[in-house]
């Protein structure tokens, strides 16, 4: 079984692009390099993830449930997303991180999925 290893970055001009349909459930693996393309170390710190509408910046309505964040490779800046449930609605949702540590917040992203109807 192979693993595609996504990067985002701090750089929010660096946009991913993924596509999923509606009723998926997905887990994305995400590496957080910073504007040089060098992975951050993750292995201090809190992560946080927003989900939001690309078209109209409200949040996006998973209808429940919450995301679920895996430290997987933290020295490498190595992250496993678990949405929070399937995707309900066709839409553009934007994904973004964030590394708090202390007082410091670091933001990596966006990975835009575009949510499909069948």
């Known amino acids: ?5 996504i990067n985002i970055t701090e750089d929010p001009e660096q946009v991913v692009q993924l596509a999923a349909w509606t009723g998926d ?6 590496r957080l390099v910073d504007d040089n393309g060098s992975p951050v ?6 992560l946080g993830a927003t ?8 949040a996006y309505s998973f209808g429940g449930g919450s995301v679920t964040l895996t430290k997987s490779m933290a020295t490498q800046g190595i992250v496993t997303v678990l949405n929070p449930a399937a995707y309900p609605t066709a839409a553009v949702v ?3 991180l964030s590394l708090t540590v202390s007082t410091s917040v670091r ?3 966006p990975l835009l999925i575009e ?4």
Do not use: C, E, K, Q
């Not at 079984?1 to 290893?5: D, K, Y």
């Not at 170390?41 to 809190?46: A, E, K, S, V, Y």
């Not at 949510?115 to 069948?118: C, D, G, H, Y």
């Open 1 to 5: 079984m192979s693993v595609n290893i």
């Open 25 to 30: 459930w997905h887990t994305y693996v995400l």
């Open 41 to 46: 170390d993750i292995t201090t710190g809190t």
């Open 51 to 58: 989900f939001t509408n690309a078209a109209t910046g409200i």
């Open 94 to 96: 934007r994904l973004t």
């Open 107 to 109: 933001r990596f992203g």
């Open 115 to 118: 949510v499909l109807a069948p």
